[in-house]
Nanobody, 127 residues
Framework: VQLQASGGGLVQAGGSLRLSCAAS????????MGWFRQAPGKEREFVAA????????YYADSVKGRFTISRDNAKNTVYLQMNSLKPEDTAVYSC?????????????????????WGKGTQVTVSS
């Protein structure tokens, strides 16, 4: 599976961005997917994840109520809608795929149990 994230950019605090992650391969619809971020000098952190069907979603406390993860299996794409952005959301955002159908909330850094990673996209939120 190859993953390509896009949609990052520079936005003012309070603004919105939508990230997309396009996946190759016919097995996308059987994989859980996740978004993660890493700020300079910090460890990679979990942002959000979604089950293979989209029926279950998981969020970090820091983004609950502001970010929404979704997927379109017909397009092999997972999205991250980010609203009410804050300067502390500034990071490189990466998408990842888990061969399991459901994300495990007990997963730990740095791999978080994910099997495939894409290159990240930079999100910068100015104050």
């Amino acid at each position: 599976v190859q993953l390509q994230a896009s949609g990052g950019g520079l936005v003012q605090a309070g603004g919105s961005l939508r990230l997309s992650c396009a996946a190759s391969g016919r097995t996308f619809s059987s994989y859980a997917m996740g978004w993660f971020r890493q700020a300079p000098g910090k460890e990679r952190e979990f942002v959000a994840a979604i089950s293979y069907s989209g029926g279950s979603t998981y969020y970090a406390d820091s983004v609950k109520g502001r970010f929404t993860i979704s997927r379109d299996n017909a397009k092999n794409t997972v999205y991250l809608q980010m609203n009410s952005l804050k300067p502390e959301d500034t990071a490189v955002y990466s998408c990842a795929a888990d061969r399991s159908p459901y994300y495990s909330a007990q997963s730990a850094p740095p791999s978080y149990g994910m099997d495939y990673w894409g290159k990240g996209t930079q999100v910068t939120v100015s104050s």
